[in-house]
């Protein structure tokens, strides 16, 4: 027997393990599972790249995101469109019912049913020559659904720049009857100024009784003639 220690160094596997055991080759065997096992460990605690989400996950994310916002958009869009068709469609109807409501209202001063103002009387003599004067159709003017006739092309120019000054006042019914709460029509003859505003009568005697308490009168009619205007037409 050889007791030589290179002799025990190099020995056989089988003379190392006499049980049959794995001798280096075994034992090299054991360690490279180990250090397998050693390095996926080490993979797993943050040696290796961070894992990631299989690319069909993201796919699919993506696909949903896509169809959530399209879906918003679809929502937002059709919710513009309806409030818009509403608002037009609101717009539209309150239009029609205003303009409706205009055309059945009485009109807002006593003419002719040739639709002439003051039967034709020139507004602006009662203010420039003290008293009334026919018109012509030849200075003529439309104002507040009424046709207005004047006796001159500066009459006509001059109402024409401030209507409210010469017009008479209650829509050129009696002043008297509107402070009694009613309408009635007038005689172009039986007018007054009153502190730089035309008043109409019904007639002469109407215009006594007016003119025996014309302050009280005008106050009367003031506030009768909101309700007074809605009335029907003599």
Same mark, same amino acid.
């Given at each position: 027997m050889i007791h030589s220690p290179m002799f025990h160094r190099f020995r056989s596997p089988q003379a190392a393990d006499p049980a049959g055991g794995a001798g280096?080759?075994?034992?090299?065997?054991?360690?490279?599972?180990? =250090?397998?096992? =050693?390095?996926?460990?080490?993979?797993?605690?943050?040696?290796?790249? !961070?894992?990631?989400a299989p690319p069909s996950a993201t796919v699919a994310g993506d696909t949903v995101a896509a169809a959530d916002l399209a879906s918003g958009t679809a929502a937002e869009t059709t919710s513009e469109t309806t409030t818009e068709t509403t608002t037009e469609t609101t717009t539209e109807t309150t239009t029609e019912t205003t303009l409706a409501a205009e055309a059945d209202r009485p009109p807002a001063y006593f003419t002719t049913p040739a639709g002439v103002a003051i039967d034709g009387t020139d507004a602006v003599a009662y203010?420039?020559?003290?008293?009334?004067?026919?018109?012509?159709?030849?200075?003529?003017? &439309? $104002?507040?659904?009424?046709? $207005?006739q004047f006796s001159s092309a500066d009459h006509r120019d001059r109402f024409q720049a401030n209507p409210e000054a010469y017009a008479p006042q209650y829509g050129g019914y009696c002043a008297w009857a509107v402070s009694q709460g009613y309408k009635a029509p007038t005689d172009p003859? !039986?007018?007054?100024?009153?502190?730089?505003?035309?008043? =109409?009568?019904? &007639?002469?005697?109407?215009?006594?009784? $007016?003119?025996? &308490?014309?302050?009280?009168f005008i106050a009367l009619a003031n506030d009768l003639w909101t309700q007074v205007l809605e009335m029907e037409a003599p």
């Open positions: 280096f080759l075994g034992q090299g065997a054991r360690w490279g599972v180990s =250090l397998g096992l =050693l390095a996926i460990l080490a993979g797993g605690c943050g040696g290796g790249s !961070a894992p990631t203010f420039t020559e003290g008293e009334p004067r026919a018109g012509s159709p030849e200075f003529s003017y &439309d $104002w507040q659904g009424a046709t $207005w003859t !039986a007018w007054s100024i009153v502190e730089g505003k035309l008043y =109409l009568n019904y &007639d002469r005697r109407i215009q006594q009784r $007016w003119e025996k &308490d014309i302050p009280g």
